[in-house]
């Protein structure tokens, strides 16, 4: 018998067909990156599934607010003031409690803070590019921040990527971990976008557009953006390196 308490229903099996594919020529580096042989599925090792895991206590005031903590309060960054939030849920659609969730995206410019990025748009002397949060007993996150401008990339003649957010999502220890990104609603560039276009089925795609939410939007302050995180199951969000959820 199952106790009607506990009892979620049937397991939701994994939809691997889902997950973008690992060659595709739009995609010109997926040709030397796809692998070529069948992949392996190999069990987990006790110190992926138990450790190392991250320091609770190491997030800092600001580390979720992108517009601040790279100047630690000191000066703002320049750009459209955004609020990026959401949940992150299991397949069942309960909270995922205190997760550790990470984020990282060029400036309002365009342009990423690292030495390989040679983009022409300039540096923001006052964003960083990144933070990090810790998900609430409801598994809620937020992130105030800057709308990322477009960027050129060298894939065929003329190619740009969307305005996006990359996301990173813990579980129990860093052997645990997801990746995936954002893209905000009415961006014309999603369609355009090589990388975007691995993921073939259309609505898998959409659940990776965030769509403007005005209930959380401030006046004269910042627009809003909801971007739930949901891990396997029938609404699962796609992550780069894995076909399935945490």
């Not at 979620?8 to 595709?24: F, K, S």
């Not at 409690?97 to 300039?122: C, M, S």
């Not at 305005?163 to 990104?181: D, E, N, P």
Request: glycine residues 8%.
């Amino acid at each position: 018998m199952t106790d009607p308490a506990t009892d979620l229903g049937p397991l939701i099996p994994r939809n691997r067909a889902v997950h973008p594919v690992p060659y595709d020529p739009g995609y010109k580096t997926s040709m030397t990156r796809s692998p070529n042989l069948p992949l392996l599925s190999m069990e987990s090792t006790p110190s992926e599934e138990t450790g190392p895991r991250f320091g609770h206590g190491l997030l800092a005031e600001l580390d979720n607010n992108l517009i601040l903590n790279w100047t630690k309060g000191k000066a703002a960054a320049v750009g459209e003031r955004i609020l990026v939030h959401g949940r992150v849920l299991d397949e069942n659609n309960r909270p995922v409690p205190h997760t550790l969730v990470e984020v990282w995206q060029a400036n309002a410019g365009g342009r990423y803070r690292h030495i390989k990025d040679t983009y022409f748009a300039p540096l923001d002397p006052n964003f960083g590019g990144c933070g990090r949060t810790i998900t609430d007993e409801q598994g809620y996150y937020e992130f105030l921040t800057i709308r990322p401008g477009a960027y050129p990339w060298p894939n065929r003649a003329n190619d740009w990527r969307p305005s996006h957010i990359h996301f990173s999502v813990f579980g129990h220890s860093f052997g645990q971990r997801l990746i995936s990104q954002l893209y905000f609603q009415g961006d014309p560039l999603i369609d355009m976008c090589p990388i975007a276009a691995t993921v073939k089925d259309r609505g898998q795609l959409d659940q990776l557009v965030a769509p403007l939410d005005m209930t959380k939007a401030r006046p004269m302050d910042f627009l809003a953006y909801k971007f739930d995180i949901v891990l396997r199951g029938r609404r699962q969000t796609m992550f780069e390196n894995r076909p399935e959820g945490m």
